[in-house]
């Protein structure tokens, strides 16, 4: 099998578990528990925040630990406007993830926010200077996607954070997608929030980070015992915080390293697939891009079809839509860069990090030209 599909999910790693097994089983303590198994359980949840901070440049009482991405844009999303009594203007971008779409569209409908959506060009990156001019005085928070998850287009988004803050607006990046591959330091980037998720990067699913600046007022989503300093109550998920802390160790560590590396590969497969498949185009910024994202349209197939040739034939990828769970509707990423909606149907992402070689990418290129030829041909 040759997995191609590590924007979708990863695989934990073995330190990332090993590190975690102790908190499954002898230290399986409640961090609120006044006895010693608590305190033991308490230290720990204390150190993974305090690891987990050092990467994102942040003080340790700035992470709130979260079940994933989608909660952890829920909560800088509905926290921060909700708790924020400047406005009732939200400015987001038309190639977010859903949970940062559908916490904007919940703002309007239940609690009188104005949402606008700024739009991208058509290799995927924010149109800065419309962003400027949705921005008002009662703008109260400005959420803008670190890199794409469809078409991995990374977004100028310390341009974006500045003119945020210059109407005095808080700045939220979901980061999901580009944490392993770009620099995560919230003060470079300039954000006031920013949202991780662990199962991209190594750590199991259903865990997840949020970072919101010190100062940032944040209404809790879950009420309860008042865990993670009051905003964000429930009995804390102690084993797989050490994992996110650990997989977000080891994908910082040669990054940058590791990074040119797969975007070489990467480029490889991209210019093989454009020089040998029919009709092929890549979607997305030819090189402001996630190194490990490979994207394309292919006119007249079907994602869907492809996506099961491919499996046939070894290869996992996912279909341009498959984000939305079982959706077949065109992406709205595509479509927002102005590809017709017909041929956004046709859209596979291939996302991979430094465990596919390139001879699998090799092998991925042959097999794509084989599946294509036989979609085509049954036709
Ligand atoms: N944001 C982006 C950009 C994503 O790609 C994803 C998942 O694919 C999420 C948020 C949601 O993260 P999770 O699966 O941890 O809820």
């Given at each position: 099998m040759i997995y191609l599909d590590s924007s979708a999910t990863t695989p934990v790693r073995r330190e990332v578990l090993e590190a975690m097994w102790p908190y499954f089983t002898g230290?399986?303590?409640?961090?609120?528990?006044?006895h010693g198994l608590g305190d033991s359980a308490a230290r720990a949840l204390a150190d993974a925040r305090k690891r987990v901070a050092n990467i994102l440049h942040c003080?340790?009482?700035?992470v709130i630990f979260t079940s994933g991405g989608t909660e952890s844009d829920n909560l800088a999303i509905k926290g921060i406007a909700l708790a924020?009594?400047?406005?009732?203007h939200l400015v987001t971008s038309s190639i977010e993830h859903q949970a940062v779409l559908e916490s904007c569209d919940y703002l309007a409908r239940f609690h009188g926010f104005e949402v606008t959506v700024v739009g991208v060009d058509e290799l995927g990156a924010v149109r800065t200077d419309d962003l400027a001019a949705a921005l008002?005085?009662?703008?109260t928070l400005v959420s803008v996607m670190l890199?794409?998850?469809?078409?991995?287009t990374i977004q100028p988004l310390a341009r974006i954070a500045q003119l945020g803050h210059a109407v005095g607006a808080a700045v939220h990046a979901d980061a999901v997608q580009a944490a392993g591959w770009l620099d995560l330091d919230v003060s470079a980037l300039g954000v006031d929030a920013l949202s991780i998720s662990g199962h991209k990067i190594g750590a199991p699913k259903g865990v997840g980070a949020l970072y919101v600046r010190g100062r940032v007022p944040l209404e809790p989503l879950l009420h309860g015992g008042g865990q993670e300093a009051g905003r964000r109550s429930g009995t804390e998920n102690v084993a797989s915080a050490i994992g996110l802390a650990v997989a977000l160790e080891l994908a910082n560590a040669g990054r940058s390293e590791r990074a040119t590396r797969v975007r070489s590969a990467r480029d490889a497969f991209i210019a093989s697939v454009l020089a040998t498949v029919p009709g092929a185009r890549l979607t997305g910024h030819p090189t402001e891009r996630l190194p490990g994202s490979a994207s394309f349209t292919f006119a007249g197939t079907s994602g869907e079809a492809v996506l099961l040739e491919l499996e046939r034939r070894g290869v996992l990828v996912s279909s341009g839509?498959?984000?939305?769970?079982?959706s077949d509707d065109p992406s709205h990423v595509l479509v927002a860069m102005g590809v017709e909606p017909a041929l956004a149907q046709t859209a596979v992402r291939f996302s991979f990090d430094s465990g596919a070689s390139e001879g699998q990418l090799r092998e991925a290129a042959l097999a794509l030209r084989d599946a294509l030829g036989a979609v085509r041909g049954i036709r």
């Open positions: 230290e399986f303590g409640n961090p609120s528990s006044s003080r340790a009482s700035e924020n009594p400047r406005g009732r008002r005085p009662d703008t890199a794409n998850n469809e078409v991995g839509s498959a984000c939305a769970a079982g």
